[in-house]
C-alpha cells in the first residue's frame, strides 16, 4: 500500500546533474558530465529531505507536478517507425546515443540539426506523443528535457540477462536477493490494491466521492474525525489465516538462505502469516500487525481492534477507558478542544462548568500502518544503505508499480552490476529493469520455481499447472507468462 509522505518524507536520492531544461538559455551539463555521474552509481548516494533543499519556488513544485502528471498517465507507446514514432530499434539507438555522448551533443545531433523532431524523439523513451499531436514542438521541450534526465538518472539494462531461463538461473545462482513486494501479491486472496483504475480501493473512494481518496489516509484527517477511515477500513482488514503463493515464495526464498531483505509495501502483514521472520522483512508502511493509542501511546495487537473495525466503530483505547474508571469520582479535568483553539475570555461565561470543563475522552486507537503526513520508520533507510548495498546480488520486485518514494528509488541506488527483475500484472517505464515477466504474480513465481527446480507447495497452485511464456515483440527481456490454454476433453 502506498501511504509513505509524498512531500514531506526524507527521499533516497542520488546527488546528479541538474535538471536538463531545453527551454532555458542557462549552460546546458557539459558532454560527459552525465557519463561519469553514471559510472558513479552506487557510491555516491544519500538521504536528502525535499522540503529542506533550497532554490525551488511552489511554481517549480506546481509545473514539475503537472508535468509528472502528464507523463505518468499517458498509455505506453507502440513502437511503429513512421514520421512521428520511433521504431523499436530506432529507439533503442537514440537512447545509447544519449548515454554516449551526453545531453548536449544529443540534443544538438538530432533536435537542433534537424535530424528528428522533438515529437519523434520523446517515443523514444516510451512516452506516447497522442495527446500533444497538435502542440508545436517547443511546447514539447519541457517533456523532452524530463524524458532526457530521466533516462540519464536510470540505471542501465544489463544485455547479458533477458529470458525467463536467465531469471531462474539468476535465482538458483543468488545468495543476497532483496525482494520489494507491493499490492499484487495479494489480490489474488480479494484483497484490492490501492491504484488499479478500475479495481483498486482508490477507484471505489472516487466512485463514493472522495475527490482525493488519499486524504482518507492523511494522520492530520484521521486526528480530526477518525469515523471516515474506520466507516472504510473493513475491506482493507487482512485474513490472518492465508497468503498467497507468491508469499511462500518469499518464504522459500528465506528458507534457501538467499533472502537479504523483503521490503514490503503492503500493509496486510501476511509476510508475517507465511512465516518471513521478522529479521528479513521491512514493513515501509507499517502493518496492521500492531495498533497504538493516539492519547496515551499503548500499543497493542492489531487484532484486538479488527472487530470495531468490521463493524465501522471507531476503537477506543482500553488502558485509556480503564484509568478513567480508576479516578476518582466527580474529578473535574478541563477539556482538551480538538482544535487546539482557546476561548476567548469572556464568552460564555456563565456556563462555565458546561464549557471548560467536561469528563475524559479515552484515545483512539490508530492500526500502525504509516498515513501520509507520517515519517517511515528509520529501520528502512538504515536498512538498505547500511546493510543490503554492499551485499545485494539480485533484486527481484513483485507486484509493485514502484511509484511511490522512497521504495521507488531503490533500483537507483544499486551497484550497476546486480541484476534487476520485475513480476507484475502491467510493465513499468520508469525503471529499466533487465528481466520483465508480465501476468499473474503467483503463476510467474510458480513457473520460476519449475524452472530452478524447486518446490512451491501451496494449495492455490494446481496440480496440472501449465504456463505459456511469449516474448514481448520491440522489448528485449520482457514476457508475458499465462496459463496454457485447457484442451477440453
Not at 526464498?253 to 500493509?267: A, F, H, P
Request: with cysteine; glycine share 6%; proline share 7%.
Amino acid at each position: 500500500m502506498a501511504l509513505a509522505n509524498l512531500h514531506r518524507q526524507p527521499k533516497l536520492e542520488r546527488t546528479s546533474c541538474n535538471v536538463i531544461d531545453l527551454s532555458s538559455d542557462d549552460e546546458e551539463p557539459s558532454p560527459g558530465r552525465v557519463e561519469k555521474e553514471q559510472a558513479k552509481r552506487g557510491a555516491h548516494f544519500e538521504l536528502k529531505d525535499k522540503e529542506g533543499a533550497g532554490g525551488s519556488s511552489d511554481e517549480d513544485w506546481e509545473n514539475e507536478s503537472v508535468l509528472n502528471d502528464l507523463l505518468e498517465n499517458a498509455p505506453e507507446m507502440e513502437l511503429v517507425s513512421g514520421p512521428n514514432c520511433c521504431g523499436p530499434e530506432e529507439a533503442v539507438s537514440y537512447r545509447k546515443m544519449l548515454h554516449e555522448i551526453g545531453a548536449e551533443r544529443f540534443i544538438l545531433e538530432t533536435v537542433t540539426s534537424g535530424n528528428v523532431t522533438v515529437k519523434k524523439l520523446c517515443t523514444a523513451f516510451g512516452i506516447n506523443i497522442t495527446p500533444f499531436a497538435d502542440a508545436p514542438d517547443e511546447h514539447l521541450y519541457p517533456v523532452l528535457g524530463k524524458l532526457i534526465n530521466e533516462e540519464l538518472g536510470r540505471r542501465q539494462k544489463l544485455p547479458q540477462f533477458n529470458t525467463i531461463d536467465d531469471a531462474a538461473a539468476l535465482l538458483n545462482k543468488s545468495q543476497n536477493i532483496i525482494v520489494i513486494t507491493g499490492a499484487g501479491i495479494s489480490t489474488s486472496l480479494g484483497i484490492p490494491d490501492f491504484r488499479s483504475k478500475t479495481t483498486g480501493f482508490y477507484s471505489k473512494l472516487l466512485a463514493m466521492g472522495y475527490e482525493d481518496p488519499e486524504e482518507v489516509f492523511d494522520i492530520r484527517n484521521f486526528d480530526d474525525n477518525p469515523k471516515t477511515f474506520y466507516e472504510l477500513a473493513g475491506e482493507i482488514v487482512p485474513d490472518l489465516k492465508k497468503w498467497t503463493p507468491t508469499h511462500e515464495f518469499i518464504h522459500l526464498l528465506e528458507q534457501k538462505g538467499k533472502l537479504l531483505t523483503n521490503y514490503t509495501q503492503n500493509i496486510d502483514n501476511l509476510e508475517s502469516n507465511a512465516g518471513i521472520s521478522s529479521a528479513k522483512l521491512i514493513q515501509c508502511h507499517g502493518s496492521w500487525a500492531t495498533a497504538t493509542c493516539r492519547k496515551c501511546n499503548h500499543k497493542v495487537p492489531g487484532v484486538e481492534i479488527f472487530a470495531d473495525v468490521k463493524a465501522k466503530q471507531v476503537a477506543k483505547c482500553k488502558t485509556c477507558i480503564q484509568r478513567i474508571k480508576d479516578e476518582r469520582p466527580g474529578l473535574k479535568r478541563k477539556r482538551s478542544s480538538n482544535d487546539g483553539k482557546r476561548r476567548k475570555k469572556g464568552m460564555d461565561d456563565d456556563d462555565d462548568d458546561d464549557g471548560r470543563y467536561d469528563i475524559p475522552e479515552p484515545g483512539v486507537m490508530k492500526p500502525d500502518i504509516t498515513f501520509f503526513g507520517e515519517a517511515l520508520p528509520n529501520q528502512f533507510f538504515e536498512r538498505i544503505t547500511q546493510h543490503d548495498l554492499n551485499k545485494v546480488d539480485l533484486v527481484l520486485v513483485i507486484g509493485t508499480s514502484m511509484k511511490v518514494a522512497p521504495v521507488s528509488e531503490i533500483p537507483r541506488i544499486m551497484p550497476p552490476l546486480v541484476p534487476h527483475i520485475y513480476v507484475s500484472l502491467d510493465p513499468v517505464r520508469h525503471i529499466n529493469f533487465d528481466i520483465t515477466l508480465l501476468g499473474q504474480c503467483d503463476a510467474i513465481v510458480s513457473e520460476l520455481c519449475r524452472r530452478t527446480g524447486w518446490v512451491l507447495k501451496h494449495d492455490m497452485i494446481p496440480d496440472d499447472e501449465a504456463n505459456v511464456v511469449e516474448p514481448c515483440e520491440g522489448y528485449d527481456g520482457r514476457y508475458k507468462v499465462f496459463p496454457k490454454p485447457k484442451i477440453p476433453d
